[in-house]
């Protein structure tokens, strides 16, 4: 038993897992952070990003990473079209924007169940895949598939990229200011809807990304979202709401967690550890793990 | 009197509440201009309206000859009127210097940041002694230099004071007042909401007194200063 745990090849497919959670969760979390908006709907821009990059794939041959960015694309036109027809309205206006948390729910509920049903109808229910680098290579006794490796590091990239351009640029800074206080951002001069705009299909386009990801490994079908919907609210609650670097530590964390859970029991016991933790978290550290108790 | 600020006839508030009933002022150029009156009297609605925070509901705000009462406040950051905030709302989990730094988000003061930004520390070397440390972390007068310093960072023509000196120990809100006349002398108008109506009428060229809504008395500051009627207005 010990010599399984102690095995880099389950070290290395809780690190694919958890760089792929913390990817779903940054985008999530920029959403939150800057909006205060709870996008439910996010494992279906994710459904969206895997069933792009498949037919891209699928009818032309174009490998996944070139689709990949067609599916960010993709993705953050959906978030642009919410945008302007649902969220520009609603974050408008000081009576509306008191009751966004609430609202958003039930609007992105709306979308979530759009988006399943239009693909449903599109492309029918049943699931779908394909083959890409799924050669296995061994180095020294580990074994990995190349799309698995591509995952870890495409991830990887995207999660550095984004945290240097958070904690480096004024663009980034600015950011930072705005999830930590809308009102002071405000104050000191930061256009606050043209950030939100921003970081609103940033997140979309994040979750598109994820999508081509996971495509490369898993099955694919309309209704795949729900689940990655539920982990990355799992992990930004880890985290810590709204708190970028929490949730990139929170997303590994809980993908080693996953994984050695379900090697020392049994799958069966995923769904009920993730929910576990997502009532367990909010009932005795609702601020997160590893956020901090707010001074105010 | 020059005016670099006028206000007409503004009326605003929060949603159904009407605060503001009809505010006529004038902010002179280079000036410190007083406002003082009771808590709930509408200083800060005032402040946050001409802010652009609240929305104004009907009157006029002009900054020089444009009327500005219709644009979103980082379009007034960027005319430089910009509001120290009560409460200070610094950025708690970013560092001294990042919150510096966003204070020179606008268009005016972007490129010369690093060029502010030593200047501030002239002013406050408190803040250089803690540029690295989260601004969360600092104690309330700290706090307070951090969010004048923020708002001069954006290269302000006209600073709105809301309270700075609201629950800082005597010695710091000395340092406060000490400093808030210095500014005057690199051409910034002072627009201040106080509590502390004698040192701030020390200190104002002029100043108005806010009842409900409405201005009630508006005077020199040294006349305020010695009018029996203003303790009482602020009294309630």
Redesign the interface.
Known sequence: MIEILISPQLAFSALVLGSLYSLIALGLNLVYGTMRLLNIAHGDLIMIGAYTTFWIFTLTGIPPFVGLPLAAGIAAAIGAILYFSIFRRQLSGIDRVERIEANSLLLFFGVSVILQNTVGMMFSGSPRAYQFLDTVYEVSGLMMTGNRLAILIFAAIVLTSVVIFLTRSQYGLSISALIQNQTAARVVGINVSRLQFVSFISGFALAGIAGALVSMTEQISPFMGFPFTIAAFVVIILGGLGNIKGGIIAGMLLGFVEIYVVVLTSANFRSMLIYGLFVGILLLRPEGLLGKTRRH | MNARLKVEGIRSG??EIQVLRGIEMLCGEAQITALVGSNGAGKSTLLRTL???LPTATGRILHGEAEIQRL???E???RGI????EGR??????SVE?NL???A??VRA?DVWSKTVKEVYDLFPRLLERQKQLA?TLSGGEQQMLALG?GLM?LPEVLLLDEPTLGLAPSVATQIFNIIPQLTESNISILIAEQDLNRVLDIAHFGYVIENGRITMQDTGSALRNNPAVAEAYLG
């Open positions: 929060y949603g802010a652009g925070i979103p406040s980082h007034r950051v960027a910009i509001m120290v905030p709302l610094v950025f708690p989990d970013l990042e730094r966003t204070g988000v606008n972007r969360g923020r954006g």
